[in-house]
C-alpha cells in the first residue's frame, strides 16, 4: 500500500475484494495512512466494510467499472479485469495486485510496466523495512483490527476450504491447531 501503491494522506484509493482477510486489512490501512477510500463488496458485507473505515462502499454486482473515477492507487485481491480497472488510474497512479485469475492476469502486468505509467504490481510478500513496525503501531493505536468470519478446529479444515471456495467471505478463517 505504502510502498508500491504510494498511498499517503489524501489520497484516493480503491479496494476489490475489500470484505476478504486482505481487503479488510487493506481498508483499514488507507483509512489510517487518511486516504479517501472506496471499497468494492458485496451487498452484505457493504456495512461491515463502511464500519472498517471505507469512505465509500459500492456494490460489487451493481457497479460497472466504467462508472468508477479515478484513483491514485488500486489495491486489488481480486485478479480480473486488470486492465480495465487500470484505466480509472491517475496519471502517475499504480495498482497493486495480490491476485492471478488467469494467464491474462499475468500478461497485463507484464503489458503495463512496459507501456504508460499508469502500473500494475504485484505484491511479493517481502515488505520494505519498517512496514512491520508501522501496522504494529497501527494495530496497537486501535486503527487496524483482524477481521475473523470464523475459527475452525484443525479437524474440520476441509470446512475452512469449502466455505473460502464459496466465495462471500468476510475476513480470514482460522485454523485453530490446539484446544
Known amino acids: 500500500m505504502r510502498g508500491q501503491g504510494r498511498v499517503t494522506a489524501g489520497s484516493r484509493v480503491l479496494v476489490r475484494g475489500a470484505a476478504g482477510g486482505v ?6 490501512y488507507a483509512h489510517s495512512l487518511g486516504a ?11 456495512q461491515p466494510v463502511r464500519d472498517l473505515g471505507a469512505d465509500t462502499v459500492l456494490d460489487r454486482r451493481l457497479t460497472r ?3 468508477l473515477g479515478s484513483f491514485d492507487a488500486i489495491i486489488d485481491t481480486v485478479g480480473s479485469d486488470l486492465l480495465q480497472y487500470r484505466q480509472h488510474l491517475s496519471e502517475h497512479g499504480r ?11 499475468i500478461a497485463a502486468i507484464a503489458f503495463s510496466a512496459i507501456y504508460g505509467r499508469k502500473r500494475i504490481r504485484s505484491f511479493g510478500g517481502k515488505p520494505p523495512r519498517g512496514l512491520i513496525a508501522d501496522l504494529t503501531n497501527a494495530v496497537e493505536a486501535g486503527a487496524m483490527m ?3 468470519q470464523e475459527v475452525h478446529p484443525i479437524e474440520k479444515i476441509a470446512d475452512a476450504h469449502r466455505a473460502l471456495e464459496a466465495g462471500g467471505v468476510r475476513g480470514k478463517h482460522v485454523i485453530r491447531i490446539r484446544a
Request: proline content about 3%; glycine content about 2%; aromatic content about 2%.
Open 23 to 28: 481487503g479488510s486489512a487493506a481498508v483499514q
Open 36 to 46: 479517501h477510500v472506496t471499497a468494492l463488496a458485496s451487498k452484505s458485507n457493504m
Open 65 to 67: 467499472v466504467e462508472d
Open 95 to 105: 495498482m497493486v495486485t495480490i491476485a492471478f485469475s488467469s494467464v491474462r492476469s
Open 146 to 148: 483482524p477481521v475473523i
